[in-house]
């Protein structure tokens, strides 16, 4: 089983920035793949980024690039999110989740957070 509890969600002005955190626990292999999604009220779970727990490969979604950027520090099995240059429309809950697969799609995540809210005002 492997824990997830992500941290650092909260209020913050459009052009703003925010970076989350996501503590992972557990029986954790290295071929873990950890990823961000978020799901705005209404709307259905959208991938942000994903990164592999072991090496360097990286996944973004389009609407982040450039803006997103994800990181992780193995020492503290801890993954990153970056967010900068936040907009409104970036309000949601984020959540954290494990995969043995790097994917955008989160059906192939097996393990979840609880998640953290993040709220962008105009």
């Known amino acids: 089983q492997v824990a997830l509890v992500e941290s650092g969600g909260g209020l913050v002005q459009a052009g703003g920035s925010l970076r989350l955190s996501c503590a992972a626990s557990?029986?954790?292999?290295?071929?873990?793949?950890i990823a961000w999604f978020h799901q705005a009220p209404g709307k259905e779970r959208e991938f942000a980024a994903a990164?592999?727990?072991?090496?360097?490969?990286?996944l973004y979604a389009d609407s982040v690039k450039g803006r997103f950027t994800i990181s992780k520090d193995n020492a503290k099995n801890t993954v990153y999110l970056q967010m900068n240059s936040l907009k409104p429309e970036d309000t949601a809950v984020y959540y954290c989740?494990?995969?043995?697969?790097?994917?955008?799609?989160?059906?192939?995540?097996?393990?979840w957070g609880q998640g953290t809210q993040v709220t962008v005002s105009s």
């Open positions: 557990g029986r954790f292999f290295n071929n873990y793949v």
């Open positions: 990164v592999r727990w072991s090496g360097v490969n990286t």
């Open positions: 989740a494990a995969s043995s697969r790097l994917s955008a799609i989160s059906g192939y995540y097996e393990y």
